[in-house]
């Protein structure tokens, strides 16, 4: 069965700071893919990353940086420098290779970034 | 942006009515799928289609079916709407397993 954990629901920081937001998946399958998702306070939901379960490499874009580890079965998000404009809720999201395309989301981590 | 269109983006009904919610896309993408956002929860999945006429159930699907008999639409149907169905319905599509999911606008349906 798949499962998605973000156990942080809200997290508040302020201006400047770095910030991670976890996320834990289960999966029984070895090919699976991992996701990002922003969702600003307008609604929509923005897609930030994906990696797939062949690919360890962190990666960092500008103030985003992700770190996935299969042996914690974690896919972490960090924002460093945060800016007010990166309040929003974040997503994590997991599709197994053998489920039918099923992408399912984790409970989602609420940052609200104080100037 | 990718082309995908649900409607409607508002819609109040009252229990025990019937309620359908549609998703178009025009991107010819092979999955089409149904959230519900509900404060704490996050997005559920209701329903998922891997292509027409082939769906299955997400993690909260009692109460809703879907039908999917062209590529481009996706229908959620409520078939006696209930308050706890009073949510966000989001759609998404995607065009393979290792690609990543467009969102649509979202619909809020209220049920009085």
């Known amino acids: 069965a798949q499962k998605v954990t973000q156990a942080q629901t809200e997290i508040s920081v302020v201006e400047k700071e770095d910030v991670t937001l976890d996320c834990v998946y289960e999966t029984r399958d070895t090919t699976y893919y991992l996701f990002w998702y922003k969702q600003p306070p307008s609604g929509e939901l923005v897609f930030l990353i994906r990696?797939?379960?062949?690919?360890?490499q962190n990666e960092i874009s500008g103030r985003y940086s992700w770190n996935f580890q299969k042996s914690t079965s974690s896919f972490n998000f960090t924002i460093t420098a945060s800016q007010v404009v990166d309040s929003a809720v974040y997503f994590c999201a997991l599709s197994d290779g053998n489920q039918g395309g099923k992408l399912i989301f984790g409970q989602g981590t609420e940052l609200s970034v104080k100037p | 942006d990718a082309g995908i269109t649900q409607s409607p983006r508002h819609k109040v009904t009252e229990t025990g009515t019937p309620v359908t919610l549609r998703c178009h896309q025009t991107e010819n993408h092979r999955y089409m799928y149904w959230y519900r956002q509900d404060p704490g929860h996050g997005l559920r999945l209701i329903h998922y289609s891997y292509g027409v006429k082939d769906t299955d159930k997400g993690e909260v699907s009692d109460g809703y079916s879907v039908s999917r008999s062209k590529t481009e639409d996706f229908l959620l149907t409520l078939e006696s709407a209930t308050s706890s169905q009073t949510s966000v319905y989001f759609c998404?599509?995607?065009?393979?397993?290792?690609?990543?999911?467009?969102f649509g606008q979202g619909t809020r349906l209220t049920v009085v």
């Open positions: 998404a599509i995607r065009d393979r397993m290792n690609t990543e999911a467009f």
């Open positions: 990696r797939n379960s062949f690919d360890e």
